[in-house]
């Protein structure tokens, strides 16, 4: 009971952008759509997080779609430091669920 | 993860032993979550305390788990009688002002159960 669909891995060369996408079409009217990142043996860190509109910050962008049942991290160019497991999760209540994730490489 | 803490980072036991994890959140933080993660799976929520308080424990197995935030010191959780389907990495995070807050994670408490 995930709540969240993302693709088991993505690849990227470096320098170039990333789009990874996630659906979560169960979600309600007050769920927040967060983004963690986690490196191997290390736990998660907070990327980015929304509600309803395009979010920005240093480290990456979030597109939420206009129904709320799919989002999108955009990293503007990805470096070698940026792999990892990127999750995206739903807010409910007073609990995170987290999925599966998205294995990032980046390539040189 | 600056500012969390965990200890110790791996922690081995036998069958049947305690386990006991601490987690000392950011300083300011008043509100902790405990999280399992088994191997090549994502983080399961366990239990959300506030200082004094447990806000949500529906994650938490109903038998041998338990968590405790206490008014000074670090939070706690104690696993007793551990077996093997124990062993997995436990994260805590630590939020200021709770519900709705940035999560920030400390490093994990590797468990192996023998």
């Known amino acids: 009971d995930a709540k969240t669909t993302q693709p088991n891995s993505m690849e990227s060369n470096e320098e170039e952008p990333v789009h990874l996408p996630c659906n979560h079409s169960?979600?309600?009217?007050?769920?927040?759509i967060h983004w963690y990142r986690q490196l191997p043996s290390q736990g998660p860190e907070y990327v980015i997080h929304?509600?309803?509109s395009n979010v920005n910050n240093r480290m990456a962008s979030l597109a939420i779609a206009e129904d709320r049942k799919s989002s999108t991290l955009i990293l503007h160019r990805a470096t070698l430091r940026d792999a990892a497991v990127y999750y995206c999760?739903?807010?409910?209540?007073?609990?995170?669920?987290f999925g599966t994730g998205t294995s990032l490489t980046v390539i040189p | 993860n600056a500012g969390v803490m965990q200890n110790p980072r791996h922690l081995v036991r036998r069958r049947g032993q305690e386990a006991r994890l601490r987690c000392s959140p950011m300083?300011?933080?008043?509100?902790v979550y405990w999280y399992r993660q088994l191997p090549e799976e994502g983080l399961k929520f366990m239990v959300y305390?506030?200082?004094?308080?447990?806000?949500?424990e529906s994650g938490m197995p109903k038998e041998r788990f338990s968590a405790e935030f206490p008014k000074e010191g670090p939070s706690i959780l104690r696993i007793q009688q551990v077996v093997r389907g124990d062993s997995a990495a436990y994260f805590c995070?630590?939020?200021?002002?709770?519900?709705?807050?940035?999560?920030?994670f400390g490093p994990g408490t590797r468990l192996t159960v023998l």
């Open positions: 999760i739903l807010m409910t209540g007073n609990q995170f669920y």
């Open positions: 169960t979600i309600s009217g007050t769920d927040y």
């Open positions: 929304g509600l309803t």
């Open positions: 300083k300011g933080h008043s509100h």
């Open positions: 305390l506030q200082k004094e308080n447990i806000i949500d």
């Open positions: 995070a630590s939020l200021l002002q709770g519900f709705g807050d940035t999560q920030y």
